[in-house]
């Protein structure tokens, strides 16, 4: 079996991005994808800020799969049907990032019936549980798209088998075929929106020893007497009625060493995309890396400067280009050049001096990530 997502649109699986398609979707539930005219376009560009490109074609013919596969929308005698997800997430009490991933992992499947080749008697294949299960059983040890493939998709699970069954897989010769690669790559992109997934330097992390919360909150949904017409079976997939209760997980992430108020208040902060910034995992990584502990910026060594730290590291890390920058895809284009060092109140500076200069552009966002970096060495500079 080939695993299968839609590739190339990265930016469009943001949860951000898919609540503001939601309320697009939903506001045009019904309408005729049958005409000349491009109902979705305007609307689409308008409230997402994204292109949907090219302009000659009409957006159903090539977005249809991003809202299938993000479980917003599917059509039936031509007419936009929005689901019932779409609609929670475009009103005024929608799901949380982790709940609206925790359902997707636990319904998105195989056969797909927004996919061709839907068939309701094959066997069911959950690609997100049975990479999640994959996870737990490495422990700390992260996962590469080449372990995907060489130990899950090449032991045929199926994301049904118990947790232990994982940590027995042999390494298998299964290689990528055609756009597959592309295809699952970006599978693990989306899954490291997940408060307790992180997908760094081209590796899928687990970023808790909560293994009971994650497996109680991503248990695949088993239908029996599936539907045998694929937009009844989709629109089944993506209903919130029969639906277990939502679990936001209130994990614990490895190694963090401060208070329970602070990581209530590094949660609060996933909304606006800072939440990674602060991963033990994703620290822990940049300075095994890089051991020498100074400020990138004022160049403080803070054993030196304050002699009680002994080896102790106050230093944050701060990315060049900001995660809230319309440019980021939620982290996915981090690299370690992106990341510096930097002493905390360095790292106030820095983005204060973002703000002003901006602001004196008449900007509201980087528009490259040269110029961010540009503008990152001029505060260094200026640093008195």
């Not at 939601?22 to 689409?44: E, H, M, N, W, Y």
């Amino acid at each position: 079996m080939r695993w299968r997502w839609d590739q190339g649109r990265l930016a469009y699986f943001q949860f951000r991005n898919i609540c503001s398609i939601a309320k697009v979707l939903r506001s045009l539930d019904g309408i005729d994808l049958g005409t000349k005219d491009d109902f979705l376009r305007q609307p689409l560009e308008k409230n997402t800020g994204l292109p949907f490109a090219p302009a000659h074609y009409k957006v159903w013919r090539n977005y249809s799969r991003v809202f299938q596969c993000a479980m917003l929308a599917t059509s039936f005698e031509q007419r936009l049907i929005a689901t019932e997800l779409c609609n929670n997430l475009a009103g005024n009490n929608p799901l949380s990032p982790d709940e609206y991933l925790n359902f997707v992992f636990s319904r998105f499947q195989y056969p797909y019936p927004a996919f061709e080749g839907y068939n309701p008697e094959a066997g069911q294949v959950f690609p997100f549980a049975a990479i999640l299960k994959f996870l737990i059983a490495r422990g700390e040890r992260p996962v590469s798209l080449e372990d995907v493939f060489s130990y899950v998709i090449g032991n045929e699970c199926t994301g049904l088998e118990e947790p232990s069954y994982y940590r027995g897989l042999q390494k298998t010769s299964r290689a990528p075929m055609g756009d597959e690669e592309r295809q699952v790559r970006e599978m693990l992109v989306f899954m490291g929106q997940a408060s307790y997934v992180r997908w760094f330097d081209r590796n899928l992390y687990l970023d808790t020893s909560d293994y009971d919360a994650v497996l109680s909150a991503t248990v695949p949904w088993i239908a029996l007497n599936r539907e045998k017409e694929p937009n009844k079976e989709f629109l089944r997939l993506a209903s919130l009625k029969n639906c277990p209760e939502m679990q936001n997980l209130d994990i614990r992430l490895r190694d963090r060493a401060v208070s329970e108020f602070a990581v209530k208040e590094g949660r609060k902060a996933f909304a606006s995309h800072q939440k990674i910034e602060r991963s033990p995992l994703l620290r822990s990584h940049f300075f095994r890396l890089h051991p020498v502990f100074a400020c990138d910026a004022c160049g403080m060594r803070p054993a030196e400067k304050y002699p009680w730290l002994f080896d102790a590291n106050i230093l944050e890390l701060h990315h060049i280009l900001p995660l809230s920058a319309t440019l980021n895809s939620n982290g996915t284009t981090t690299t370690l050049d992106d990341l510096k060092p930097l002493c905390p109140t360095c790292h106030r500076s820095i983005h204060i001096f973002y703000k002003n200069k901006l602001a004196a552009w008449s900007m509201a966002d980087f528009s490259s990530r040269r110029m961010a970096h540009d503008v990152y060495e001029l505060a260094k500079r200026e640093i008195v």
